[in-house]
């Protein structure tokens, strides 16, 4: 089954760190772009970071400098490093699989991730 | 880069049309035709239900369609049924950023 499973939310103080993981199961995830979309209670869909099949990457300018995507493609899994972890970073946060045509056609059910003291 | 602009709520009758704008700018919407629709339900994660402006992915319903024109793009759904009852993003591509989403848009179904 062509899936994605999301792990590694949790409770985090502010200036803390947290590694999200997220496992792709039925497809490979180094032929893919991949991405993180998070949703903060109650708001809209806010796209983080984007890898490309060659490597490279992308972040939103809410998270470029704090925040790491990468992947492992022994283990086929996707991750998101996390620094210096703000009160506006608490959100449920979703992995993605990007399409050729630039449109997530498969999304993870999310972890969620509060920062908080 | 803002986010694509949605109205925040749409209603309509069981049966009726309903129609959602998402307005960009000649940096995203206006410049790609890669608008994607996005439904989601409460605690649930989104779903694709349009891409590349108007194209359906294989077991969305025809009700759904989508449009564009310049800067802004939109979403129709005919025949408003009860599970249509969600929250519903766009999304462009945006060259640089890459993606921008739009602000949302809560679909009630009278």
């Known amino acids: 089954e062509v899936q994605l499973v999301e792990s590694g939310g949790g409770l985090v103080q502010p200036g803390g760190s947290l590694r999200l993981s997220c496992a792709a199961s039925?497809?490979?995830?180094?032929?893919?772009?991949m991405s993180w979309v998070r949703q903060a209670p109650g708001k809209g869909l806010e796209w983080v970071s984007v890898i490309y099949s060659g490597g490279s990457t992308d972040y939103a300018d809410s998270v470029k400098g704090r925040f790491t995507i990468s992947r492992d493609n022994s283990k086929n899994t996707l991750y998101l490093q996390m620094n210096s972890l703000r009160a506006e970073d608490t959100a449920v946060y979703y992995c993605?699989?990007?399409?050729?045509?630039?449109?997530?056609?498969?999304w993870g059910r999310g972890t969620l991730v509060t920062v908080s003291s | 880069q803002s986010a694509l602009t949605q109205p925040a709520s749409v209603s309509g009758s069981l049966g009726q049309s309903i129609t959602i704008s998402c307005t960009g700018t000649s940096s995203d919407v206006g410049s790609y035709n890669l608008v994607s629709w996005y439904q989601q339900h409460p605690g649930k994660a989104p779903k694709l239900m349009i891409y590349?402006?108007?194209k359906r992915p294989s077991g969305v319903s025809n009700r759904f369609s989508g449009s564009k024109s310049g800067n802004t793009a939109s979403l129709t759904i005919s025949g408003l049924q009860a599970e249509d009852e969600a929250d519903y993003y766009c999304c462009s591509y945006a060259g640089i950023t890459p993606y921008v989403f739009g602000t949302g848009t809560k679909v009630t179904v009278l």
């Open positions: 590349e402006v108007s």
């Open positions: 993605a699989r990007v399409a050729p045509s630039k449109y997530f056609d498969l």
């Open positions: 039925g497809f490979t995830v180094s032929s893919n772009y």
